[in-house]
């Protein structure tokens, strides 16, 4: 029988963000097509690896710490429907030195909003995590509740799911449309032709390739590398319950315990050089491993020789403030841009899908923060 080719939506990327606005769509009744190059958060895609920190911080920006927390929850109950458990609850700590500000500002926004959280002053840092060197850091911030999402498998997840409601997910290269008005179907790169009404771009950091014209100089993907370093034999100390996710803005690296037996993970959160997500080399670099390194030697005593058991080499697809992007393609109407998750975006994908439909079923109104027109194409960095 001929595959059906006509659909209400077509989304294309199968990361964070395509998988749940294919879900949510497919939840409000609509026929859906789910296309991917190279499949649901592939090796590529800045969806894979194992893990991404879920948090609520986000400084005054209300909006994230929301997002994140209505995320949290639609993820819980996915992983209860699916009976996968792919939440680890390890807690979020947030550190700061002399500059405060920024954890002042998440103090001030947990409040409000009424997320859960504990401040802790250095004698309790020290006491609570002894194998961590604070040296430097004044404050921090633990979120209990906050934690880590198994990245890879809750997309996976996440698109299972979303078949099961009625999606039909495809692998498929989709070309650059070109049209003016309203766009009637896309083309794949083996010759075929799909219909719909609405199209949803979620193509992370190719947004620029697929529309270079438009977001070629407004999407910055960026290269980034992940550490994960073996922890000593018998060792429990950098356990799920032994050590929190954590985040060292003045020093710009995160990193978490080590979930299932992978080691530390450790990455340096500043952007690095510019990269084409589809033929970056994806072998970390000397210079990285080496500062890498370095600093866990410095923060974690323990680990000084310990050995690299695994690396990743991903991209961010930052936009030039990191505001996620969600707006109408301006010459065609019907279709929409989606993306700049910009270091940050996997734990809101939830959110992000639900907002997506309810912008493209015109039933939500639009957050302007997010719009193609706050997007400008010099960077300053200022969500994270
Ligand atoms: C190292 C690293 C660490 C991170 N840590 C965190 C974290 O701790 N917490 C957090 O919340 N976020 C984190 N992020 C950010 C988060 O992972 C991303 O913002 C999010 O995954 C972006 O999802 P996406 O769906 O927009 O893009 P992607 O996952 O890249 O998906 C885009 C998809 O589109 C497909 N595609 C592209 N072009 C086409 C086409 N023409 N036709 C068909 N398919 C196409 C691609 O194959 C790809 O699968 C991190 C990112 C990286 C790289």
């Given amino acids: 029988m001929a595959a059906q080719n006509t659909f209400d939506v077509a989304v294309i990327g199968a990361g964070v963000f395509g998988a749940w606005t294919a879900w949510h769509l497919a939840k409000r009744g609509k026929r859906v097509v789910l296309l991917d190059a190279y499949g649901a958060a592939n090796a590529r895609a800045s969806s894979a690896g194992e893990t991404r920190i879920i948090r609520m911080g986000y400084g005054g920006d209300e909006i994230y710490t929301r997002w994140s927390r209505h995320s949290l929850d639609l993820w819980k109950e996915l992983f209860t429907a699916t009976r996968q458990p792919l939440f680890h609850e390890t807690g979020v700590l947030w550190l700061a030195g002399d500059d405060d500000k920024r954890l002042s500002e998440t103090h001030a926004t947990l409040t409000h909003v009424g997320v859960p959280f504990q401040e802790m002053d250095r004698p309790a840092l020290l006491s609570a995590y002894p194998q961590v060197n604070f040296e430097g850091i004044k404050r921090g911030i633990l979120e209990a509740h906050s934690g880590v999402l198994m990245a890879r498998r809750a997309v996976a997840t996440a698109v299972a799911d979303a078949v099961s409601r009625g999606v039909d997910y495809r692998i498929a290269k989709v070309e650059t449309p070109t049209s003016s008005g309203r766009l009637a179907s896309i083309r794949t ?90 033929t970056q080399s994806r072998i970390v670099s000397p210079a990285m491993t080496e500062k890498t390194r370095k600093y866990v030697a410095y923060r974690f005593p323990a680990l000084k020789d310990a050995p690299i058991v695994e690396t990743r080499v991903c991209q961010y697809e930052n936009t030039s403030n990191g505001d996620f992007l969600v707006d109408r393609h301006p010459q065609m109407e019907n279709v929409w841009l989606v993306g700049g998750g910009s270091g940050h975006g996997f734990k809101h994908g939830p959110a992000m899908g639900e907002y997506v439909t309810g912008q493209v079923l015109g039933s939500a109104p639009a957050e302007p923060r997010l719009s193609l027109a706050t997007k400008a194409t010099a960077q300053h960095r200022a969500v994270y």
């Fill in 189 to 278: 790169n083996t010759g075929e032709t799909l219909s719909a009404g609405t199209f949803v771009f979620a193509c992370g950091s190719w947004l620029g390739k697929v529309f270079p014209d438009l977001l070629g100089s407004r999407i910055f993907p960026t290269r980034q590398e992940v550490f994960f370093f073996g922890v000593p034999a018998g060792d429990t100390r950098f356990a799920v319950h032994s050590l929190p996710a954590w985040l060292f803005q003045d020093d710009e690296f995160y990193g978490m315990p080590d979930i299932e037996d992978r080691g530390l993970k450790i990455a340096w959160d500043h952007h690095g050089e510019a990269v084409d997500p589809d």
